[in-house]
């Protein structure tokens, strides 16, 4: 009796091309965009029922992790932002619009909405 060929697994197959690690590295940044999720409703929890957010918040490793999770979400958004002329077609008068223009566009409204809320976030009251 004879058994099946099973190749050995390539756990590091993405490390060879750029491009896959580049993609690796964006689909598991998604993990620190779920912890920015929770993260925001444990602040809000706490605010609506009357406690002191600060208490988690303030704690050494939750602020590396959200130091950590802003760096992991940036290269999240502007990577993602960066496909997008990969997935969006549009075309103006038979032409198509190039792919620095649907990334510009992006970005552009990514900085605005951010300047929004850092002023609503950051002024004084």
Same mark, same amino acid.
């Given at each position: 009796?004879?058994?099946?060929? +099973?190749? %050995? +697994? *390539?756990?590091?197959?993405? &490390?060879?091309? %750029?491009?896959?690690?580049?993609?690796?590295?964006?689909?598991?940044?998604?993990?620190?965009?779920?912890?920015?999720? !929770?993260? &925001?409703?444990?602040?809000? *929890?706490?605010?609506?029922?009357?406690?002191?957010?600060?208490?988690?918040?303030? +704690?050494?490793?939750?602020?590396?992790?959200?130091?950590?999770? &802003?760096?992991?979400?940036?290269?999240?958004?502007?990577?993602?932002?960066? &496909?997008?002329?990969?997935?969006?077609?549009? +075309?103006? *008068?038979?032409? %198509?619009?190039? *792919?620095?223009?649907?990334?510009?566009?992006?970005?552009?409204?990514?900085?605005?909405?951010?300047?929004? !809320?850092?002023?609503?976030?950051?002024?004084?009251?």
């Amino acid at each position: 009796m004879t058994t099946a060929y +099973r190749p %050995r +697994r *390539d756990y590091g197959w993405f &490390l060879r091309n %750029r491009n896959y690690a580049v993609f690796v590295a964006r689909e598991l940044t998604s993990v620190f965009v779920a912890w920015a999720i !929770v993260f &925001l409703m444990v602040v809000v *929890d706490a605010v609506l029922n009357g406690g002191d957010p600060a208490a988690f918040a303030g +704690r050494p490793w939750v602020i590396a992790l959200n130091v950590l999770t &802003l760096a992991a979400t940036a290269f999240h958004a502007v990577t993602f932002l960066n &496909l997008a002329p990969k997935a969006t077609v549009i +075309r103006l *008068d038979g032409y %198509r619009i190039p *792919d620095w223009m649907i990334q510009g566009g992006n970005h552009s409204a990514w900085l605005l909405v951010s300047a929004v !809320v850092a002023y609503f976030v950051l002024r004084s009251p």
